[in-house]
Every structure is written in structure tokens, then in C-alpha cells.
């Protein structure tokens, strides 16, 4: 089981590398335009535009410098897919890790047990079935597209690489509070899998009383604290939506080697 859409034969192995691997939140529409009353005294379309793209390179800088600060992530999420076919939507619960620069482990708790760990340039896929069998396999990451692709884009949006992202993306501001960006991508070819991907960035749950709350307390500000991501959407053509929504966000916790361990079946 894997939350990335397998990419058309014919959009090669350039297109399937813009193919971002979570299958993700509900529908979206295309970015909001601002309204007429949100515009300066004066101003027009063309100045609004280049006002609004000041205002994301501006952002994306910051959450550029916020997340390539992470180098250890651990997150629960729950993923909602809704398929148009059935008229239902499917939800999955799981946990998710990461290790730069490359050790991943993406897994499913249920309704199906699963999971995906990549370290380096190997890789291991388990699968429980609702029967107890339980299935392995290792393989080399290079061997396989839709791993390569997942661990890529886990890395790219996670630790804020957007610079790379443009390359295969048209990104555009949403919203602010919360962070929300749309990323289009460019390949039509991928447009015909991926029409959208909106991706969710919020600030770290609060934890233990420190510093910045004696700093409230004194009538001072408290730092803001860190983005990290929370959510990722998916739009595809066939109007089927998925939402992955990450829980209990933890930058940089101390994880186990033993997590992101490739074992060969016995």
C-alpha cells in the first residue's frame, strides 16, 4: 500500500520525479484571488500581483530557513482519500519518520498494516494482511520509482527545499495564517495525475512551560514558534481528493536507529 499515485508510463521517469508522494486533504480550488477591498488606495491588478509575489519569496525564505533546520522529524498522521468511484472516502491512521539526509519511515497502523523504510540507498515494503501474513521485501531504492519518488518528495516539501521544488512546480501563496502554498505542476503530463498539491505549515505545538512563556508573562512577545508541515493535499483530475493531516509534530527528537533498519525476509 502506498500513498503516491503511480505515474503514466508515458511521463518517463523525469515527470514521475514531480510527483509528490502523499495522497492528500479535501478539495481544492484554485488559489483565491484578493478581494477588491483587501487592495491599496490606488492600486492595481498588476501592482497586487507583484505585491503578493514579494510577499511569498519573502515567506518562502523564512520557512526556507525554518525547515532546513530540521534534521530529525516524527509525526502521526491520518490520511482521508476520497474515491469518486465508490462515493466513500477511506481513511488510514499511521506514523511517520525522517532522518536526513535520506532515512524515511512511512507506516500504516491501520486498517492495514504497512510500511516503508528507506536508509540510503536501500529499501524495505512490509505488508500485513487482515489475515495476519505478513509479507517483505528488499530492494534497491534505484530499482524502484514510486520509493524514489516517495522518499524525494517527503524531503523536498519537509525540509523546505523550494528552490528545487520550482523547478517542476508553479507555487502561489494561499493563505497565511495558517501557511498554505499551491503547487501546480508544470509537465501537463503530471498535471494528468497531479492537477494540485496544497501544503499546510503551522508552528509546533506548544509544549512544556519555557523561556518564551516567562517572557509573556512579563508583558514581552514570546518567540514565534517554528513551522513545520501539518498537512498535505491532493488534487487529481479525476476529482478523487486525499488529505493527509500530520498530528504531534516533533522537530528533531532523538530516533532510533533500529526505526529505519532494512532486513532482508527470513
Request: proline share 8%; aromatic share 6%.
Amino acid at each position: 500500500m502506498s500513498p503516491f499515485p503511480r505515474p503514466p508510463r508515458r511521463a518517463g521517469a523525469a515527470a514521475a520525479l514531480l510527483l509528490l508522494p502523499l495522497l492528500l486533504l479535501p478539495s481544492l480550488g484554485p488559489a483565491p484571488a484578493a478581494r477588491a477591498q483587501d487592495r491599496p488606495p490606488g492600486e492595481d491588478a498588476a501592482a497586487q500581483a507583484r505585491r503578493r509575489e514579494e510577499r511569498l519569496e519573502a515567506l518562502l525564505r523564512e520557512l526556507s530557513r525554518e525547515l532546513g533546520e530540521v534534521e530529525t522529524l516524527r509525526a502521526s498522521f491520518v490520511q482521508r482519500k476520497y474515491l469518486e468511484v465508490f462515493e466513500e472516502e477511506v481513511e488510514s491512521r499511521g506514523t511517520l519518520a525522517l532522518k536526513a539526509p535520506g532515512k524515511l519511515r512511512w507506516e500504516y497502523t491501520s486498517p492495514v498494516k504497512s510500511v516503508l523504510v528507506v536508509n540510503g540507498e536501500r529499501a524495505m515494503r512490509e505488508r500485513t494482511s487482515r489475515k495476519g501474513e505478513t509479507t517483505r521485501r528488499v530492494y534497491s531504492v534505484a530499482e524502484d520509482p514510486v520509493t524514489r519518488v516517495t522518499s524525494a518528495q517527503v524531503f523536498l516539501w519537509a525540509r523546505g527545499r523550494f528552490a528545487e521544488a520550482r523547478e517542476g512546480y508553479e507555487l502561489s501563496l494561499v493563505s497565511e495564517e495558517p501557511l498554505r502554498l499551491r503547487a501546480v505542476p508544470k509537465d501537463e503530463r503530471v498535471r494528468e495525475v497531479v492537477a494540485a498539491v496544497e501544503l499546510t505549515f503551522a508552528a509546533e505545538e506548544a509544549g512544556e512551560a519555557g523561556a518564551g512563556d516567562g517572557d509573556a508573562a512579563k508583558g514581552k512577545p514570546a518567540p514565534r514558534r517554528p513551522r513545520v508541515l501539518t498537512g498535505v493535499a491532493l488534487e487529481e483530475p479525476s476529482r478523487a481528493r486525499t488529505r493527509v493531516e500530520f498530528r504531534d509534530v516533533e522537530r528533531n527528537p532523538e530516533l532510533p536507529d533500529e526505526l529505519f533498519r532494512v532486513e532482508s525476509p527470513r
